[in-house]
């Protein structure tokens, strides 16, 4: 350690004494990203332009990728021997400790399956669980009313509200791997200033949600290089400001990777500027995960494709002449036109009952929160270990294509190991809710 400049004081070599630990000071954070950001250029890694957090290391005989998040660091590399080297180098300027192959990272579990990986917060949602006494609460099978309209003066004033800001900030953090949790934890969100008795019953109902799936979490498994997204809104939703609620979720191949459900901060005039702006936002995000794709020179097969359900709202991004009609809004969203003409994106319509990105702008009934809950990749541990390498089939499609099987042979098929017959009936139990669809 060393005196600051300009500020030395006593004799050479003295220093002054912290009275306030460093992760307290706010340019501790800066002084050890500029410490640890000098290590890893010193040992041949560059730095992402799209993610400041992701760097790499590139060699004729390997390539390795380095991910930080404050002190604690994912490695990535084909050769173990190559990441056992970069661990052995950062060992010799700091203090490391070598969790070997990742299990659990900043409160997410990684699962190994047949099929890929599933990613969970199960010891984090019980720990709120228990913080809060609830662990034994009766499960309710979605996290909010689908006719629940909630304001910010409907209600009585007798909740605590350190509590309230304390459990709907630990939910914040659980919808890292439970996107279906997105709409709802971000509606109770708006009410942190003054909660009332009608807020909190909606915390706890997220939470008996939760109760009833603790293991539940998405799964990433091996797919294609597409790009698609979802984006979806739900006009003057807020009865308090009549502001929308914009929704989007993007793919890589089959797997979710993004996803969004906040509040717009203008009022939308009409729905179609509602849908408008929330392509925007789409558009933007699929614009980042392209760049950053092109850096870890990953090939792009097709244009990123992104599905709305609104047609006016597609007119208006491909027709300039419709511009009369939307003078209001503001020109940066209209960059999605010069995307569309320069063919980056495509847009496509999807009806309303497939459009995916619905669950994360409303609430709603159980028949279609559970479909929506699959189509966005989350699903239970427990069921996936159950099943192996079994393909689920939508039983609507399974009727278009007149497939002939009985219930038993699409839920269970070939699997690779014998059961006996009380584990083949609860395994034949539980499938309908989970067939619904995939």
């Not at 000071?25 to 890893?40: E, F, M, N, P, V």
């Not at 350190?162 to 914040?172: E, P």
């Not at 089939?393 to 009380?422: F, H, N, T």
């Amino acid at each position: 350690m060393r005196q600051p400049p300009g500020f030395e004081q006593g004799a050479p070599g003295m220093v002054c004494k912290l009275n306030k630990a460093l992760y307290g000071l706010k340019q501790a954070s800066r002084s050890w990203y500029l410490t640890i950001q000098s290590a890893l250029f010193d040992l041949g890694f560059t730095q992402f332009k799209a993610d400041h957090s992701l760097f790499i290391r590139k060699s004729k005989i390997e390539t390795i990728y380095l991910l930080i998040y404050v002190d604690d660091m994912l490695i990535m590399g084909i050769s173990s021997s190559g990441i056992a080297k970069v661990i052995a180098q950062l060992n010799k300027k700091f203090s490391l400790k070598d969790l070997g192959e990742v299990k659990h990272f900043l409160g997410v579990e990684v699962s190994k399956t047949s099929g890929g990986l599933h990613l969970s917060q199960a010891a984090y949602i019980v720990e709120l669980l228990n913080k809060v006494k609830m662990s034994e609460a009766k499960p309710c099978p979605t996290p909010m009313v689908s006719d629940l309209k909630l304001s910010k003066v409907e209600g009585e004033p007798t909740i605590d509200g350190k509590l309230y800001r304390s459990v709907v900030g630990s939910l914040q953090y659980a919808t890292i791997t439970r996107p279906e949790l997105s709409f709802s934890v971000n509606k109770v969100s708006q009410y942190m200033a003054c909660p009332l008795d009608t807020h909190w019953r909606a915390v706890k109902r997220i939470l008996r949600y939760l109760s009833g799936t603790i293991d539940y979490g998405l799964h990433v498994k091996a797919s294609n290089f597409k790009i698609s997204g979802f984006s979806d809104s739900d006009w003057a939703s807020d009865i308090d400001d009549r502001r929308s609620t914009t929704g989007y979720c993007v793919y890589f191949g089959d797997n979710l990777i993004s996803w969004c459900a906040k509040k717009q901060k203008v009022v939308s005039r009409s729905s179609t500027e509602a849908e408008y702006r929330s392509l925007a936002h789409t558009v933007s995000e699929i614009t980042w995960i392209t760049s950053l794709l092109q850096e870890l020179e990953i090939p792009m097969q097709t244009p990123p494709v992104v599905w709305v359900d609104n047609l006016s709202t597609i007119a208006l991004a491909s027709n300039p002449i419709l511009h009369s009609r939307a003078k209001h809004i503001e020109l940066d969203i209209h960059f999605v036109r010069d995307k569309v003409a320069a063919k980056e994106i495509d847009l496509r319509h999807v009806p309303s009952l497939d459009q995916v990105a619905d669950i994360l702008t409303k609430p709603l009934s159980l028949q279609f929160f559970t479909r929506l809950r699959n189509k966005l990749g989350v699903c239970s541990l427990a069921s996936l270990e159950l099943r192996g390498s079994v393909n689920l089939v939508d039983i609507k499609q399974a009727k278009e294509e007149k497939i002939q099987a009985s219930w038993k042979d699409v839920l269970l098929g070939p699997l690779p190991m014998k059961l006996d017959k009380r584990k083949e009936m609860q395994h034949v139990a539980c499938g309908p809710a989970i067939l619904a669809s995939c």
